[in-house]
């Protein structure tokens, strides 16, 4: 049985104050640390990066060929590699240069190797040999000091080669918050076919990537069988920052969630949504400080759920700011419920958004060849209005 209405908590609010009072409900980042490049991967920089060297650090060659000081014909002599130091050059001297070696002291340009011969120990250019010519010059790309990327940045792959290249071997970032996922239901199977009655997870597979995505450090993923005093101590005894649960959100013979929570001395921050799929999801805040997000069984309503609470959550405490909610025109008529927010499944076409088929609470067919979810008001959204997206797992 759910417990009676307490003060402080928005009961089957609106979606758009739901999903601001997850994002509160993390009312800081948790703190910073100093973390290796290849550990921060996944982390959020709390901090901005900044440039420790201009980049290129020094006069570059962007070509294999010759370094020439004037115009030519030049005296080629000598060779410099990329890691080498090089001598200083004379007006109507060359050197043999790769790619990416320090240009010498004196260098005017550079001839790709294509574009010059030697003739009678002389080089000639084909053409002219422009000023600053295949150089990249030192300071091109960034000034040493340069704030490079905000705070509040995931650290991505991209990020780690940027922060390496421009000297950097830790990088000051948020210590991610951790998850423990716990899937309820007996009619859960993890492998095989769905028979007799069972399903197979589904969202096991698919929140456990989406979450690290979003910032999390997934430290445990179970089943938990449909039992009040196990699902009970299952929260009560969670270490982690954020226990995220699926099912018996609802008012079902064994949907122990909410008596699981009151159990724990759970503080219901969200209790049900004004939102379809996913109404019955709700937020509570743990003893000690951690949260849980209860996603309602069905899938797509568990996504729903995700977007609108998890999500915002997992930022806050990351932070991260939320994606640019950007608006687009619909393409047809965005259905809408009477009262309450629909979050669709849609692609986007040359004419706008379009919804798409097999979108009911219990399909993923639709959300899997979704682009983003839709964000229909109560009322729904005319063809040619324009609807906010969120972005689709
Ligand atoms: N009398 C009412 N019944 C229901 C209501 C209601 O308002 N009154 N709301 C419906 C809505 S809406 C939803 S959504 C579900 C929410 O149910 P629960 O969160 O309690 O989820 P369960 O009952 O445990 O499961 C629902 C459904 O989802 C399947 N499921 C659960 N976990 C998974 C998983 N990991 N992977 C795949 N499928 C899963 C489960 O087998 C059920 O079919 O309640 C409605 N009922
Ligand atoms: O959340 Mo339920 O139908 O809205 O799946």
Redesign the pocket.
């Known amino acids: 049985m759910a417990p009676p209405p307490t003060a402080g908590t928005l009961h089957d609010g609106p979606w758009p104050q739901a999903r601001r009072a997850a994002r509160l409900a993390a009312r800081q980042p948790l703190p910073a640390i100093e973390a290796e490049l290849a550990a921060a991967l996944g982390h959020t920089l709390a901090a901005p990066l900044a440039a420790l060297t201009d980049l290129p650090a020094f006069d570059t060659s962007a070509m294999d060929g010759w370094a020439v000081s004037g115009p030519g014909p030049w005296r080629p002599a000598g060779r410099v590699l990329a890691g080498q130091d090089a001598a200083p050059l004379a007006d109507g001297e060359a050197v043999e240069i790769a790619t990416g070696a320090q240009l010498p002291p004196g260098a005017t340009g550079v001839l790709r190797r294509e574009h010059g011969r030697t003739e009678h120990g002389l080089l000639y250019a084909l053409g002219e040999v422009a000023p600053g010519q295949d150089v990249r010059p030192r300071g091109q790309e960034c000034r040493g000091g340069e704030a490079l990327l905000p705070a509040g940045t995931p650290v991505t792959p991209a990020v780690l080669g940027l922060a390496a290249a421009c000297g950097h071997d830790r990088l000051t970032v948020h210590r991610r918050p951790t998850v423990e996922l716990l899937?309820?239901?007996d009619?859960?199977l993890d492998s095989g076919l769905p028979q007799t009655g069972r399903?197979?997870?589904?969202?096991?597979p698919m929140l456990a990537p989406w979450l690290s995505a979003a910032g999390a450090e997934l430290t445990g993923r179970r089943q938990v069988r449909d039992d009040f005093g196990l699902l009970r101590d299952a929260v009560r005894h969670s270490p982690a920052d954020v226990v995220i649960t699926?099912?018996?959100?609802?008012?079902?013979p064994v949907?122990f969630l909410h008596a699981a929570l009151e159990a724990s001395g759970a503080h219901l921050l969200v209790d049900g949504v004004a939102v379809r799929?996913?109404?019955?999801m709700l937020l509570a805040e743990l003893p000690g400080g951690r949260h849980l997000v209860g996603l309602?069984?069905?899938?797509l309503?568990a996504v729903a759920g995700a977007v609108t609470l998890a999500l915002p959550l997992l930022h806050g405490l990351s932070g991260r700011p939320g994606p640019d909610l950007r608006t687009e025109p619909a393409a047809v008529d965005l259905p809408g419920h009477p009262t309450d927010t629909r979050l669709l499944p849609v692609v986007r076409t040359d004419q706008g958004v379009v919804p798409l088929a097999f979108d009911g609470?219990?399909m993923l067919r639709g959300l899997a060849l979704a682009e983003a979810l839709a964000v229909v008001p109560p009322g729904g959204v005319p063809a040619g209005g324009r609807t906010e997206l969120l972005p689709a797992p």
């Open positions: 899937l309820l239901g009619e859960l399903v197979r997870d589904a969202l096991g699926t099912g018996g959100t609802a008012a079902g949907d799929p996913g109404h019955p309602p069984g069905n899938p309503a609470p219990a």
